[in-house]
């Protein structure tokens, strides 16, 4: 490719790379704009005042460091749901023969089960306070992993918004001890009736 005469691909790159210098660089663009108008490039007067200073960068955020997590927290809890609310065997079942009214008793028993399982082993509390529809200012730096942004997302903090959800963390976790050579994988032992 010469200078003279680009190729189309060298054409490409030299607008997109011309964009992006036009949008930051003031000066730049009135070069451009003088070029475009057949004026002499260089020909402007100088500024009377000094540009603002740009902004400065935020720092890039480093990369998060990835653990890998053990499943024996999370098979131990399903254990506890099967125990006390027959978690799984509501899931597994295959409720297309039910009525809605059969149904819904059984989903009654899990969720008392699944609940006072959730109460006994876990403080559960709302990740916000205000109730949900109030209007929220979420300022720069907020915790992005406590509160998901939904809905037409653009810009930056500070960001109005309604809480459509309050969210849920864990304050405490009180799981069993497991016993050394426990099978987390058995969340339910099979049941043989002598």
Same mark, same amino acid.
Not at 128 to 157: C, H, I, K, Y
């Given at each position: 490719?010469?200078?003279?005469?680009?190729?189309?691909?060298?054409?490409?790159?030299?607008?997109?790379?011309?964009?992006?210098?036009?949008?930051?660089?003031?000066?730049?663009?009135?070069?451009?704009?003088?070029?475009?108008?057949?004026?002499?490039?260089?020909?402007?007067?100088?500024?009377?005042?000094? *540009? @603002?200073?740009?902004?400065? #960068?935020?720092? @890039? #955020?480093?990369?998060?460091?990835?653990?890998? *997590?053990?499943?024996?927290?999370?098979? #131990?809890?399903?254990?506890?749901? #099967?125990?006390?609310?027959?978690?799984?065997? &509501?899931?597994?079942?295959?409720?297309?023969?039910?009525?809605?009214?059969?149904?819904?008793?059984?989903?009654?028993?899990?969720?008392?089960?699944?609940?006072?399982?959730?109460?006994?082993?876990?403080?559960?509390?709302?990740?916000?306070?205000?109730?949900?529809?109030?209007?929220?200012?979420?300022?720069?730096?907020?915790?992005?992993?406590?509160?998901?942004?939904?809905?037409?997302?653009?810009?930056?903090?500070? &960001?109005?918004?309604?809480?459509?959800?309050?969210?849920?963390?864990?304050?405490?976790?009180?799981?069993?001890?497991?016993?050394?050579?426990?099978?987390?994988?058995?969340?339910? @032992?099979?049941?043989?009736?002598?």
């Amino acid at each position: 490719m010469s200078d003279s005469n680009p190729s189309f691909l060298g054409r490409i790159s030299l607008a997109v790379g011309t964009f992006f210098s036009i949008l930051g660089n003031g000066e730049f663009a009135a070069d451009v704009l003088r070029l475009r108008n057949g004026e002499k490039v260089g020909a402007a007067p100088a500024p009377t005042a000094p *540009a @603002p200073a740009p902004a400065p #960068q935020p720092k @890039p #955020q480093p990369a998060p460091v990835l653990k890998e *997590a053990t499943p024996d927290a999370a098979l #131990q809890l399903l254990g506890l749901l #099967q125990r006390d609310a027959r978690f799984i065997d &509501f899931v597994e079942e295959d409720i297309k023969g039910y009525s809605d009214a059969d149904i819904g008793a059984a989903a009654r028993l899990v969720h008392e089960g699944c609940r006072a399982t959730l109460r006994e082993h876990f403080t559960i509390r709302p990740v916000r306070d205000e109730a949900e529809g109030s209007r929220v200012t979420l300022p720069a730096g907020f915790d992005a992993s406590s509160v998901r942004l939904t809905g037409n997302v653009v810009g930056s903090a500070p &960001f109005n918004g309604s809480i459509s959800h309050r969210g849920w963390r864990v304050d405490d976790v009180r799981l069993p001890k497991l016993a050394d050579g426990h099978n987390a994988k058995v969340i339910a @032992p099979a049941e043989v009736e002598l």
